[in-house]
């Protein structure tokens, strides 16, 4: 539930760090979350950890999770509900994100067993997502940011209505979505990206919705109306997120670049097949070499 609440709220900090210069005393908050962060990732292993690197390489990737526990002390992880593999260039000042298909069939970092990509997160956390997404494309991912579910409906009421275009007339949750530009307020928003079984394209038509509605964000998150709203949303991203990105290394870059990054999307696609009865989706070598070449 709240698939794309989780998505984009994990990539909202890293923009508004990297897209708005709000001040001296907002960096002082970002370094105090990052603090935050790195303690919560204590156990990890230290490549995986805040102390890992501080500062940032000209490219780099981050993992971005969306999880179901409701606070991050909770005993039973769950699984990540959304995965999305982003590559960022700081020099030519540009974002690849990748929505990685949940169902895909992979060997499970550090055990035996074949699961779903999702299951990564329940079997050991962000350490096990991140080696488990490395190993199955080939590439290194030092960063990470995980958001819970706790607060990403008040995250959404902040933002408030947001415009995308429809590809094609549906209803979902009582809402009706004809075809065409839309303005959709945020419990319509919700219900707007969650649609699955009736989009002819099933989960990767639902990808491509919620990074509609990641760009729609994105672009709202850098107008003037936001500016005095950053308050509230460091305030929910901090008690919700964790993230071992240097944060304030992030706005430091800011206000030395000023300048916006241009965003692109993929998505990693494969084929549905049974295996003892579960659905998976298997990719094929050609398109984890695909992918793998977005992430170097």
């Known amino acids: 539930m709240y ?112 699961d779903k990509l999702n299951a990564a997160y329940a079997y050991g956390g962000e350490q096990t997502a991140i080696q488990t997404t490395e190993n199955m494309l080939h590439t290194t991912i030092p960063y990470y940011m995980t958001m819970n579910m706790k607060g990403l409906e008040s995250m959404l009421s902040i933002v408030g209505d947001i415009e995308v275009v429809n590809d094609f007339a549906f209803n979902f949750d009582h809402y009706d979505f004809p075809k065409g530009s839309l303005t959709l307020s945020p419990e319509e928003a919700l219900a707007w990206s969650r649609m699955r079984y009736d989009d002819p394209n099933g989960d990767y038509g639902r990808q491509i919705r919620q990074q509609k509605v990641i760009k729609a964000i994105m672009q709202k998150l850098l107008t003037v109306e936001t500016i005095p709203k950053i308050d509230q949303i460091i305030n929910v991203l901090g008690n919700n997120m964790k993230t071992n990105l240097p944060l304030g290394e992030l706005f430091k870059l800011y206000l ?41």
Request: hydrophobic share 40%; net charge neutral.
């Open 3 to 114: 698939k794309i609440l989780k998505v984009i709220s994990i990539f909202l900090l890293m923009f508004i760090i990297a897209a708005g210069a709000y001040g001296v005393s907002e960096y002082m908050k970002l370094q105090n979350l990052s603090e935050v962060s790195k303690k919560t990732a204590a156990n990890m292993n230290v490549k995986y950890t805040a102390d890992a690197a501080t500062h940032l390489p000209d490219r780099f990737n981050v993992l971005l999770l969306g999880v179901d526990t409701g606070e991050f002390g909770r005993t039973e992880k769950g699984r990540s509900d959304s995965m999305i593999a982003a590559h960022v260039d700081l020099k030519n000042e540009t974002v690849k994100l990748i929505s990685l298909e949940r169902d895909t069939y992979v060997q499970i970092a550090g055990h035996n067993s074949f």
């Open 256 to 296: 030395t670049k000023n300048t916006q990054f241009k965003l692109s999307t993929d998505q990693l696609k494969g084929e549905e097949e049974i295996i003892d009865g579960i659905s998976y989706q298997k990719m094929t070598d050609t398109e984890i070499k695909r992918i793998s070449q977005q992430l170097q």
